[in-house]
């Protein structure tokens, strides 16, 4: 079973790891304890929607970009086939954000 706490934490570590970051600058940043901020890490916390929006903001990550990262994941959990491919318009309409962020999921698949 997938627990959505433990999959937004995972999200939220990789964002902030591949920034070089420390849990100390993002807690900082977003104005919550570094414990608070770890426990959500490690999925050991549920971040209310505030919460969630002040930690994107301190990693300068769109809120639904982090979403959609566990959206797929969940949906991977689920055996569905995530397309990774970007429509011209879409990539250049997110011009500034990582790459690593940009991938469109207009269309789900069933693996198998």
Same mark, same amino acid.
């Not at 999200?11 to 807690?27: I, M, N």
């Not at 500034?96 to 069933?110: L, Q, Y």
């Given at each position: 079973?997938?627990?959505?706490?433990? $999959?937004?934490? @995972?999200?939220?570590?990789?964002?902030?790891?591949?920034?070089?970051?420390?849990?100390?600058?993002? +807690?900082?940043?977003?104005?919550?304890?570094?414990?608070?901020? +770890? $426990?959500? $890490?490690?999925?050991?916390?549920?971040? +209310?929607?505030?919460?969630?929006?002040? *930690?994107?903001?301190?990693? @300068?990550?769109?809120?639904?970009?982090?979403?959609?990262?566990? +959206?797929?994941?969940?949906?991977?959990?689920?055996?569905?086939? *995530? !397309?990774? &491919?970007?429509?011209?318009?879409?990539?250049?309409?997110?011009? %500034?954000?990582?790459? %690593?962020?940009?991938? &469109?999921?207009? $269309?789900?698949? !069933? *693996?198998?």
């Amino acid at each position: 079973m997938v627990v959505l706490r433990r $999959e937004i934490g @995972d999200v939220l570590r990789d964002a902030r790891q591949r920034q070089g970051r420390t849990l100390r600058e993002v +807690s900082s940043a977003a104005r919550v304890s570094l414990g608070y901020l +770890s $426990e959500v $890490e490690r999925g050991q916390k549920e971040a +209310s929607s505030e919460l969630l929006h002040s *930690i994107c903001e301190a990693l @300068d990550v769109p809120m639904s970009l982090i979403l959609r990262e566990v +959206s797929d994941r969940v949906a991977v959990s689920e055996g569905l086939l *995530i !397309p990774d &491919t970007v429509p011209a318009d879409l990539a250049v309409s997110i011009d %500034g954000v990582d790459a %690593g962020w940009a991938r &469109t999921r207009s $269309e789900f698949a !069933p *693996i198998g």
